[in-house]
């Protein structure tokens, strides 16, 4: 069953999907919640006990807090990285879904690798020791192959396009950092648009030079404070590497060479 927008507004008692702040579908029988891209003020959504088996849609609902999936079809633990733009969120109860799998700690310290922001997980309380134990023992889950929606999202680029995009690439490396740093991850609408035919050519790039337009960007965010840890850290890094003339640029090697002839 496909969840309408006639459904939401009568069960939220609200006159248009931007008001509904929290809404409960437990027991819909639903296996379709794509409405949840129009709805991004969410904040609390009851949806245990039906067929879902994607969250996908759910990634656009950045105010979303608490979020009930208990006894539903989620296949594999893949489907939280559709979660992690979540910042706001703090109880998940995911229970009884195929993804727990029959190890009860390796999946939740999976769970908590993946959203260390979370205070609660299916009714237990996360602690301290869990979330330090999570990022060494908890598996690192990866985004799930793209759908058709997630295709739709990306401006109209198709999947190979997105995946070798610089910009998009960068937004990933960013986020990736600022999660480690338990800084709030940038949405892709803080990066330029790709509309115009001539910024969607698709350029081969290092992987390097996508790292370094990560570190960049990550920069502008930074305080003082902040900076002068990465300023320690870059000297010690730098410090390794012996400079050779061989390893110049080649002006320079010219300048050396002109300097001693006079």
């Not at 205070?119 to 869990?130: A, F, G, M, R, S």
Request: with cysteine; net charge negative; glycine share 2%.
């Amino acid at each position: 069953m496909k969840l309408t927008r006639k459904l939401v507004l009568a069960k939220a008692k609200a006159s248009d999907l931007d008001s509904v702040k929290k809404l409960n579908c437990w027991g819909c029988n639903l296996t379709d919640i794509s409405i949840f891209s129009q709805i991004s003020h969410v904040e609390v959504l009851t949806l245990s006990v039906n067929s879902i088996t994607t969250l996908s849609s759910l990634a656009g609902c950045l105010s979303l807090s608490e979020l009930y999936l208990r006894r539903n079809q989620i296949p594999c633990l893949s489907e939280l990285s559709h979660l992690r733009p979540l910042t706001c969120l703090r109880v998940l109860w995911l229970a009884e879904n195929p993804c727990c799998g029959t190890d009860s700690s390796q999946y939740r310290l999976t769970v908590l690798r993946c959203l260390p922001r979370l205070q609660k997980l299916d009714n237990q309380v996360v602690t301290e020791e869990e979330l330090s134990l999570a990022l060494v023992e908890g598996v690192e889950i990866i985004t799930p192959p793209a759908t058709a929606q997630i295709e739709l999202s990306n401006n109209g680029l198709t999947d190979v396009e997105t995946e070798n995009d610089p910009l998009n690439y960068s937004m990933e490396e960013t986020n990736k950092i600022r999660e480690k740093l338990g800084m709030k991850l940038l949405p892709r609408d803080k990066f330029p648009s790709l509309s115009s035919p001539s910024t969607r050519e698709v350029k081969p790039t290092a992987n390097k030079t996508h790292a370094l337009e990560a570190i960049l960007l990550l920069l502008k965010d930074l305080d003082e404070e902040e900076l002068r840890i990465v300023h320690t850290a870059t000297q010690n890094k730098l410090q390794k590497y012996t400079l050779t003339p061989e390893s110049l640029p080649l002006s320079l090697q010219l300048q050396e060479t002109t300097e001693v002839q006079h």
